[in-house]
């Protein structure tokens, strides 16, 4: 079983809905919680970055971290074609710096 | 400020041959990162490293594989005698402490 879960979609929406993106962990030692986003041959960036239990909004994007669960979210509002593109979660441990990542969720906004 | 920045971008190498692939953290980034991302795979962390120290290296394979971030200069990420498997795309990351990591575009290594 993988440390971290994440379905890879592919998750097509009309532009302006609002996305939903998950993932499962199965380690209680995953401390910290981030979202990254990765376009096409590019490099993944850094979209959210959470560390406890609850919500936090950045924009249109939202983060949800639910410890008691294993689960955390990522939500997207008013979405543009833009945003298409390859999601990724990724967290790490308290007192460690590498990070586990989801195989990512790919995206695409129709206009 | 300029992000972190890979080189080169694109690297291609007959089997057997040495690849180098170099990585420029963020100004102020003391911490680096090297992933590995296959095709239709999530990223895989290889090696933490600050300045002259290798912190954790519990992902680079035992052999053929090393890494260094010297006191002077960038991060090198060195693979000895590649083989097919090690085609790739290798993304480096730094962090100042502990806000979540900065990524670099990454090195596409194609082994022929």
């Known amino acids: 079983q993988k440390e971290v879960e994440q379905d890879p979609g592919p998750l097509s929406v009309p532009e302006g809905a609002i996305v939903s993106l998950n993932c499962t962990y199965s380690?209680?030692?995953?401390?910290?919680f981030m979202w990254y986003r990765q376009y096409s041959r590019k490099g993944p960036e850094l979209l959210m970055y959470?560390?406890?239990?609850g919500n936090k909004e950045d924009g249109r994007f939202t983060a949800q971290v639910d410890k008691s669960s294993k689960y955390i979210s990522l939500f997207i509002r008013d979405s543009q074609p833009s945003d298409s593109a390859t999601y990724l979660c990724?967290?790490?441990?308290?007192?460690?710096?590498?990070?586990?990542f989801g195989t990512g969720t790919r995206l695409t906004v129709i206009p | 400020n300029a992000g972190v920045m890979q080189n080169p971008r694109h690297l291609v190498r007959r089997r057997g041959q040495e690849a180098r692939l170099r990585c420029s953290p963020m100004?102020?980034?003391?911490?680096v990162y090297w992933y590995r991302q296959l095709p239709e795979e999530g990223l895989k962390f290889m090696v933490y490293?600050?300045?002259?120290?290798?912190?954790?290296e519990s992902g680079m394979p035992k052999e053929r594989f090393s890494a260094e971030f010297p006191k002077e200069g960038p991060s090198i990420l060195r693979i000895q005698q590649v083989v097919r498997g090690d085609s790739a795309a290798y993304f480096c990351?730094?962090?100042?402490?502990?806000?979540?990591?900065?990524f670099g575009p990454g090195t596409r290594l194609t082994v022929l």
């Open positions: 490293l600050q300045k002259e120290n290798i912190i954790d």
């Open positions: 380690n209680s030692a995953f401390q910290y």
């Open positions: 990351a730094s962090s100042p402490s502990w806000e979540g990591e900065f």
């Open positions: 959470t560390y406890s239990s």
């Open positions: 990724a967290m790490s441990k308290s007192g460690a710096n590498n990070l586990f």
């Open positions: 100004k102020g980034h003391s911490h």
